[in-house]
């Protein structure tokens, strides 16, 4: 049981190029989250997802993009990267359970710079 | 909209002291709430939740946590701490009425000392 699986693990972006970072979970999860994580900030929300075709802005969406074709996935696009999307990248996935949700499961994070 | 406050960015402990970390949350009445701990260069692991019934928690590794909603707090406590618990500690709120969105506080570091 692979859990949640992001890729890549690290990757430097150019100013102005743009990516996307994988996430994949095998637990069936409705819900799905990425999380940005800098140094004495916590983690804060770029985008989330509550089931396949539905996705929603959180705090910091701004320069991202997000899809969520199908229960397992859910990418996170970096269009024009810019220094300030120099991050930590984390994908988290849970399940609700009788209308209660449940833990999150984090993947082990991508760390991206961009120069 | 919910919000998590954790009131101590560092807290620096002697080995086998107790500790405790502060987590204060703003939300409306149905709240879950979590603790999570990051070890360094990897990524976020559960200690414990509170959904409901008991308020007092425990968790992984002898954390326990109290569940205070009168005083909005849920409140990381440990013993007697090791070497091994040096790692980030993360308070976390989510709530039916905010969409089952899962905010985290800024996160509280803990160096153990020999």
């Known amino acids: 049981n692979a859990g949640v699986t992001q890729t890549p693990k690290f990757r430097i972006l150019k100013i102005g190029q743009s990516m996307t970072l994988q996430c994949t979970q095998d637990?069936?999860?409705?819900?799905m989250y990425w999380y940005r994580q800098d140094p004495g900030m916590g983690l804060k929300l770029i985008y989330y997802?509550?089931?396949?075709?539905?996705?929603d802005k959180g705090e910091v969406p701004n320069g991202y993009n997000v899809s969520r074709s199908t229960t397992e996935d859910f990418p996170l696009r970096l269009e024009l990267a810019a220094p300030s999307q120099t991050s930590v990248y984390f994908c988290a996935s849970r399940s609700l359970v009788g209308g209660v949700g449940t833990e999150a499961f984090f993947g082990q994070g991508t760390r991206l710079t961009v120069v | 909209a919910q919000s998590v406050t954790q009131l101590d960015s560092q807290v620096p402990v002697f080995e086998e002291a107790p500790v405790e970390l502060r987590c204060n949350y703003s939300?409306?009445?149905?709240?879950?709430l979590f603790w999570y701990v990051q070890y360094p260069n990897q990524g976020l692991q559960l200690l414990l939740k509170y959904l409901s019934g008991s308020t007092l928690v425990k968790g992984i590794n002898g954390f326990e946590a109290e569940f205070n909603k009168s005083q909005t707090s849920f409140h990381l406590r440990k013993p007697s701490v090791h070497i091994s618990d040096t790692a980030e500690y993360f308070c976390a709120v989510s709530d039916i009425a905010a969409g089952n969105k899962l905010t985290f506080g800024g996160g509280t570091r803990v160096l153990v000392k020999p």
């Open positions: 637990m069936n999860h409705n819900y």
């Open positions: 997802s509550v089931g396949a075709g539905i996705t």
């Open positions: 939300s409306s009445v149905s709240v879950y």
